[in-house]
């Protein structure tokens, strides 16, 4: 128990134990079917500080879970995700994006800015009802310390709840993790019907869409020494929460493992080496069950098509004038049809 060594059959019958044989032990607890891990001291593991979403904790909410690796580091991806203002413009026309005639100044409103993070609300300045409907009344968003990034919608309709939770984990000071959580008490009937690795692809597309952009803007920052404060040329109605996060690192994220503030500079420790890893596979797919089985199961197809191919065509070719013939060659076309569809599903997941 505790990573304790309580036996070694070779060791001399009175001896102690080598501490060295121990291994280390680390406070962990799950919340929400995510494990958390307390590296340091266990006597200083603060559980009820692990940010959480109520609404998963009630009856009748169901979530759409996606993870991403993704080459930049944390402070980019908080940023990116944070930064409401773009969507309507990367992601014009993207189920769960934007639609660009819809882009237009945001009005922020800004509840809170402490240690313990950043909750606003925000609105439109155009005519956002043409997309939301007119059951959605306002929107929430806050960035909870260390790592979540959280949505909220408010309808009309005080019964119905949904949002969006992004988890971001550092992997080193130049990659991180996204886990994402899209959750509502009133799930659309494409998503209880739609595959979840064809949910997927969509998530996938939206932070490939970003993902040059962050990584370019990742390593020209990173780059230099000079303050995003006089890099940067921020537009009050776009981008006063990236402006209050990285402030908030100003104030608060010196202990964090990557990321300068708006003002202060702190000196990058990537390390130089392989160009990052940006394919779907490895990025995505290669973490996901979901997505792993759907892949395999596309090459497993693919084989089985390609064997049959060559055995009606065998067929086609030795019963040539005959029914059957015809037949096999009709088959061996419609399975080639069917190898081309399949290689092209499989693709999406690379």
């Known amino acids: 128990m505790g990573g304790q060594c309580v036996s070694i059959p070779q060791l001399a019958h009175g001896s102690a134990i080598p501490p060295r044989a121990c291994a280390a032990s680390y406070a962990v607890v799950e919340r929400q079917e995510i494990v958390w891990v307390w590296p340091g001291d266990p006597s200083e593991a603060a ?61 922020f409103s800004v509840l809170e800015n402490t240690v313990r993070g950043i909750r606003s609300t925000f609105a439109s300045g155009g005519d956002d009802a043409a997309r939301e ?16 990034v959280w949505y909220e919608s408010e309808y009309v309709d005080t019964a119905r709840a949904s ?48 993902m040059r952009v962050v990584m370019g803007q990742s390593e ?10 006089d890099l940067w040329l921020p537009i009050k109605s776009s981008d006063a929460l990236v402006i209050q996060y990285r402030k908030w690192l100003d104030d608060h ?10 003002t202060t500079v702190r000196p ?34 693919a084989k089985a098509l390609i064997a049959s191919i060559v055995l009606l065509l065998a ?10 013939g015809v037949v096999s060659a009709t088959a061996a076309i419609a399975a080639g049809v069917g190898l081309v569809i399949v290689r092209a599903v499989k693709r999406r997941f690379e």
């Open 133 to 148: 409907g007119p059951s959605l009344r306002g929107a929430r968003v806050a960035f909870v310390a260390p790592n979540l």
């Open 315 to 324: 067929a086609g070719v030795i019963w040539q004038g005959t029914t059957f």
């Open 268 to 301: 990058s420790r990537a390390p130089a080496g392989e160009p990052p890893v940006v394919d779907r596979f490895r990025l995505h797919t290669s973490i996901c069950a979901s997505c792993t089985r759907a892949h395999r199961m596309m090459e497993q197809t």
């Open 47 to 107: 559980p009820d500080d692990i940010p959480v979403i109520p609404s998963l904790d009630r009856p009748g909410f169901t979530s759409i879970d996606f993870m991403m690796d993704l080459p930049y580091g944390q402070p980019y991806l908080v940023e990116n995700v944070i930064d409401i203002a773009h969507i309507h413009i990367a992601h014009d026309g993207i189920r769960g994006g934007g639609k660009r005639e819809l882009a237009a100044p945001l009005q």
């Open 220 to 229: 020209e920052i990173e780059g230099g020494d000079t303050p995003l404060r």
């Open 253 to 262: 994220g010196s202990s964090m493992p990557s990321g300068r503030g708006f």
């Open 163 to 210: 949002g969006l939770a992004l988890y971001s984990l550092p992997l080193s000071e130049s990659r991180c993790r996204l886990i994402y959580r899209a959750y509502s008490n009133f799930p659309r009937r494409r998503d209880r019907v739609m595959p979840r690795a064809v949910q997927h692809w969509t998530q996938c597309t939206i932070l490939e869409q970003d």
